[in-house]
């Protein structure tokens, strides 16, 4: 974790000083914000390469704050949520708000450590490639944008890992479990998740426009390809 910069948003004093200790041990550099007012405003003066974000908080919540981060602040860290709650609709609510992860309380540090390595890995991995077309949609990894028909598209990062896949092998069908295995290596949420991730990338990607390119095939998986296949 040598010279990341994470901002660990969490009320309980006596977690997040467990959790800052341990991440800057691991050569990480952190700040700490115990509400979202102060962590809005830190978001919004520095770049980070990760968000740990208590779901419980007084004031806005953390689905609501991760929500406002990437519809208002258009801000495409990654997020993993920390929570009490292991309830499936409260995962699913966090990966809704656009959380790319999420790690159940009380958690071992070393999964915590594993967790952040895994986002931010892929988010690097995926920096370095060319540009991706398929019809009028394009994806650019080096500036993490992708646009449709000229129109930003905003997407969580994992909502954007997962295009950025479909779009490399298009128009080929990527299963459900290579989807997962790159999005999350060993450590795959739950089978609901990817879900949750493909049903907002739909409703980005498809759901504004007239013709639909991302297809799911029932027990096989999912691809990008227009009526034409017209892809470079």
Not at 104 to 111: C, G, I, M, R, S
Not at 141 to 167: D, H, N, V, W
Request: aromatic share 6%; with cysteine; charged share 25%.
């Amino acid at each position: 974790m040598e010279n990341l910069s994470i901002l660990l948003v969490e009320d309980h004093r006596q977690l997040a000083q467990t959790v800052l200790e341990f991440l800057e041990q691991q050569g990480a550099s952190v700040d700490y914000a115990g509400d979202t007012r102060l962590a809005r405003e830190l978001v919004q003066q520095h770049h980070y390469d990760l968000m740990l974000l208590d779901v419980m908080l007084p004031g806005e919540s953390g689905f609501q704050f991760c929500e406002a981060l990437r519809k208002e602040l258009s801000q495409d860290l990654p997020v993993i949520f920390m929570t009490a709650r292991d309830q499936l609709d409260d995962k699913l609510e966090g990966f809704n708000k656009g959380g790319d992860d999420y790690i159940v309380k009380p958690f071992a540090l070393p999964e915590l450590a594993a967790r952040v390595s895994a986002q931010i890995r892929r988010q690097r991995r995926e920096v370095t490639a060319h540009t991706l077309q398929v019809e009028d949609l394009e994806l650019d990894p080096g500036r993490q944008e992708a646009r449709r028909a000229g129109q930003l598209l905003k997407l969580s990062p994992t909502a954007f890992r997962i295009l950025r896949i479909l779009m490399r092998e298009s128009p080929r069908v990527v299963s459900r479990e290579q989807l997962e295995r790159e999005l999350w290596g060993d450590l795959v949420p739950d089978s609901d998740a990817l879900r949750s991730h493909l049903y907002n990338l739909r409703k980005a990607m498809d759901k504004p426009f007239a013709q639909p390119l991302l297809n799911t095939m029932p027990g096989v998986g999912f691809s990008i390809h227009g009526a034409s296949g017209n892809h470079h």
